[in-house]
Structures are given as C-alpha cells and as structure tokens.
C-alpha cells in the first residue's frame, strides 16, 4: 500500500499539517485545524493532492498516485494530526517546562517538586521557557536548542506509547468486529 513516494507525500503532508494547526492555534487563535473527529488540515491536504497534483500527474501517465497510495497518505496525514495538537504537542509541551515556568517563593515547587523531577526531560533554559509562555521578539529566533534533549528524551515513551495504542485495537478487532 506504501510506497516510498507515497510515504513522502505523508510525511510532508504531516509537517505541512503541523505547521498549519500550530500557526492557526498558537499565533492567530483561529480554530484547530488537526482536532476533532475530522482533521480539517488532513481532509485539505488530501484534497490538494487529489485536485492539483493527481490531475497534473494523470497527465504524466503512469505517474498519478494509485488509490492505495492515496490511502496511505490519507492514513498518515490523519494520524500525523493527532500527534501535533490536543494529543500531544498541547498537553506534553506545556507540561514538561510548567514545573520551571510556575515555580516561585510562595508554591515552593522548586523545594518540593524540584527534587523528584529529572532534569533531562524538561527545558533548563529560564528564557526559552518564558519565552514558550509568553512569546519571543520577532527578531529572535525560536531556541531550539533548550527543547531538542528533553523531546529526544520522551521520544522513546511517545513511540511506545503510539505504538500500544495502534496495537490494542489489533488485538480486540476480532472480539469487537465477530462478537
């Protein structure tokens, strides 16, 4: 069903989703562009696909995207979505540099908190963290440095984490679908 083309189209199809739905929550406050039962910036995408590249690849010939490849970068433009918006990028972003950003002399979480908490899965840099919170000039650029150990860090979590819940609905299809 995948092919190598067609595996790039998603994974460019997934990036150029998350950009969209982080532009349209994070910077204008428009609606969420990847959340809900219909992922508007899937459902866009595939339609982009389908009217201007596939119309010009036909006449290519044997160039177009067949219906199974279609499906595939469908499959993961849709699934992408769930991973840049309220299924992980706004809950785990916010979560793992909240401790730093919150703490001060009055809740005392750095007394309390700070010990228990592993300081490889959160950003240490004070500024990129306020700078999450708050925003950051239009003249700097976005500190990704401060972000790269602590994502590389819940990656092997995430993936497992994905990867169970692709696997439990294998393995209960039978009871549900024949019972």
């Not at 860090?153 to 039978?174: D, H, N």
């Amino acid at each position: 069903m995948l092919t190598v083309r067609s595996f790039i189209a998603g994974v460019i199809f997934v990036a150029i989703s998350a950009v969209m739905d982080q532009y349209s929550s994070n910077v204008v406050h428009a609606s969420n562009l990847a959340v809900d039962h219909m992922a508007v910036a899937a459902v866009f995408l595939f339609f982009m696909l389908l009217l201007i590249l596939q119309i010009f690849l036909r006449f290519l010939r044997r160039l177009h995207f067949t219906e199974a490849e279609l499906l595939g970068v469908y499959i993961m433009s849709f699934v992408g979505c769930t991973v840049v918006t309220m299924g992980l990028g706004s809950y785990l972003l916010p979560t793992i540099a909240t401790p730093q950003y919150y703490a001060d002399s009055q809740n005392q979480w750095n007394e309390v908190l700070g010990p228990y908490l592993k300081k490889w899965l959160m950003p240490q840099d004070k500024a990129s963290i306020i700078g999450f919170f708050e925003g950051i000039p239009n003249t700097q650029t976005i500190p990704w440095r401060a972000w790269v150990k602590p994502l590389l860090a819940w990656f092997p979590f995430l993936l497992s984490l994905y990867l169970t819940m692709l696997c439990i609905p294998i393995l209960m299809r039978k009871q549900w679908v024949e019972r």
